[in-house]
């Protein structure tokens, strides 16, 4: 049960449900063509040509309207906004072209299958041969359609997940298909609702494949869009109000058109503020341009979202890093061991690990810094220091705290907006359990 809880609770049960209900709607519309152009033939009959064309052109108007209709449900919302117009045409162009000559090779396929079973009317065993080759037919074209939706997103990754979502999906419709002919006892019910089944299952699997594989995501956790999620593709992602943002937080005019971007390198997303005046927060404290981590919780005007990142890997990572293990995750304040030159000897001390002592800091967002017994602990803007704090009130070598004899000592290294030990002013206090230090407009709390 638990091991399941972190995979339960990644998916977007959102996104599966309103992909799911696009493909069944695409599946239910394209079934109107298909019907007008196949109605009162049979698959034992000799067809014209004109009505096998009208037949594949019919089904890859099929294919079209549920690649269309899963592809304009992207931003898991009833709102006819123009950009889910324009994902709805590129998908469904996209789709159709590749059904066409999908939709041929499939019913090539499903001849010949039934003529190797020696396939007719009656014909004892022949049962299986039908069955088989509607499966191969609806697999192939739910690949197909798979990765026509992929393709019409600008991703190959995205072709690749669409393509094994629509093989799985076009395995589960081609299944129940005759099943459902054999309850309905009407060709005309069966095809109705085997093609809302495809597109359902198609829409489904689709999206089932891309939450199970995403890598990085936000969580609206307050706000106008409060538990909407949002996953993170491709190498930016911005963030704002304007419509065409691939993350549109609307209803707030405290957020500006293009409010802030993520970008990811790697395994590695940072994020950097667009708004001059607004700015963007992380874990309580402005920004310009941060490194995200698990966990850590965005702020644009009045809405409120977590940032979410897959920690197999970075599980692994930490292991390695014993140090930063010890500091809690954070987007805007980072530990950092410090590098000590070569002694008088000749020994270069910075491959030793730094003796780490009982006190630690927790800031405003609830992490915890530990500080240096054998050296003083530097807090600054500046990366070379052993806290890092990424907001432009701190001053690039802002503050240190030293063990001596003990005690801990605060000590302002100059900064221009102060250190503070709770409504004073200092440049150099003693530390006791519970103090609350400011640095600039960053709050942290001493224990020891």
């Not at 809880?5 to 079934?31: M, Q």
């Not at 698959?43 to 079209?64: F, L, M, R």
């Not at 590749?98 to 007719?120: C, H, M, N, Q, V």
Request: hydrophobic fraction near 45%; include cysteine; glycine fraction near 12%.
């Amino acid at each position: 049960m638990n091991a399941l809880s972190p995979i339960s609770e990644a998916v977007d049960r959102r996104e599966l449900s309103f992909k799911a209900l696009a493909g069944l709607l695409g599946g239910a519309i394209g079934w109107i063509p298909v019907e007008i152009a196949t109605h009162g033939h049979s698959i034992t009959e000799q067809q014209s040509t004109a009505s096998i064309v009208a037949g594949i052109v019919s089904v890859a108007i099929v294919a079209g309207m549920i690649g269309g209709m899963i592809l304009a449900a992207q931003d898991n919302s009833l709102q006819l906004t123009s950009a889910a117009k324009r994902r709805f045409l590129i998908g469904f162009a996209v789709c159709l072209v590749l059904a066409l000559p999908e939709t041929y090779y499939s019913d090539l396929i499903f001849s010949k299958i039934l003529s190797a079973g020696g396939w007719r009317i009656g014909h004892q065993g022949s049962e299986l041969y039908l069955v088989a080759g509607r499966l191969i037919g609806w697999a192939f074209m739910g690949l197909m359609l798979g990765i026509g939706v992929g393709l019409a997103s600008l991703s190959l990754p995205n072709a690749l997940k669409g393509g094994l979502g629509g093989l799985v999906g076009g395995l589960v419709g081609g299944a129940g298909f005759d099943l459902i002919g054999r309850v309905s006892q009407s060709g005309l019910a069966s095809r109705l609702i085997g093609f809302c089944v495809i597109g359902l299952a198609i829409g489904f699997f689709i999206g089932l494949v891309h939450q199970l594989t995403k890598s990085a995501w936000l969580v609206v956790e307050a706000g106008r869009l409060k538990g909407r999620q949002f996953r993170l593709e491709g190498s930016a992602t911005t963030l704002g109000r304007a419509e065409e943002n691939p993350i549109g937080l609307f209803g707030d005019p405290g957020v500006q058109p293009r409010h802030a971007i993520i970008t990811r390198q790697g395994d590695t997303y940072s994020l950097k503020n667009l708004a001059v005046q607004a700015g963007t927060f992380v874990n309580g404290n402005r920004v310009e341009t941060v490194q995200l981590k698990d966990g850590d919780r965005l702020k644009i005007s009045n809405y409120e979202l977590t940032f979410h990142l897959r920690t197999d890997r970075r599980t692994a990572q930490a292991q390695l890093r014993p140090v930063q293990m010890a500091s809690p995750k954070s987007s805007d304040v980072s530990a950092q061991p410090e590098l000590a030159p070569a002694n008088s000897t000749g020994t270069d001390r910075r491959a030793a690990q730094p003796a780490i002592a009982n006190a630690y800091l927790v800031n405003a967002g609830g992490q915890r810094f530990p500080l240096r017994a054998d050296a003083p602990t530097r807090i600054g803007r500046a990366l070379d220091n052993d806290i890092v704090v990424s907001d432009a009130s701190v001053s690039r070598h802002h503050a240190s705290i030293e063990c001596r004899n003990g005690s801990y000592l605060l000590r302002d290294l100059g900064s221009q907006n102060g250190t503070w030990l709770g409504d004073r002013r200092v440049t150099e206090a003693s530390l006791a359990g519970g103090d609350t230090l400011r640095l600039g407009d960053a709050l942290f709390t001493f224990h020891a």
